[in-house]
């Protein structure tokens, strides 16, 4: 569990994390928003305070140069 926020993982789909940097308030809605909203992502959760940004999702439905494209187009830098 999250000591910061109190979020704990939820266990469906591949789980994927990424760090981020860059983010804000308004952009990480946006991310969150846009993740999803694709096909086959089941959770997501971003700590905007560290980037830390968990994802769950399903890789028969969404690949992950998608989920990293939803990053870029917001012009983050992720990695895993």
């Known amino acids: ?6 979020c704990s ?5 591949t789980q994927i994390q990424f760090f981020v ?3 804000d308030a308004k952009n990480s ?3 969150e928003e846009k993740l999803l909203g694709l096909p086959g992502v089941l959770y997501v ?8 940004t968990t994802i769950n999702y399903d890789p028969a439905k969404t690949r ?6 939803v ?4 012009g983050l830098q992720a990695a895993i």
């Open 64 to 69: 992950l140069s998608e989920l990293t494209a």
């Open 21 to 23: 940097t860059g983010y």
């Open 45 to 52: 959760h971003i700590h905007t305070h560290d980037g830390e």
């Open 9 to 13: 993982s939820h266990g469906q789909g």
């Open 29 to 31: 809605k946006a991310v």
């Open 71 to 74: 990053f870029e187009q917001k």
């Open 1 to 6: 569990m999250c000591s910061t926020c109190g």
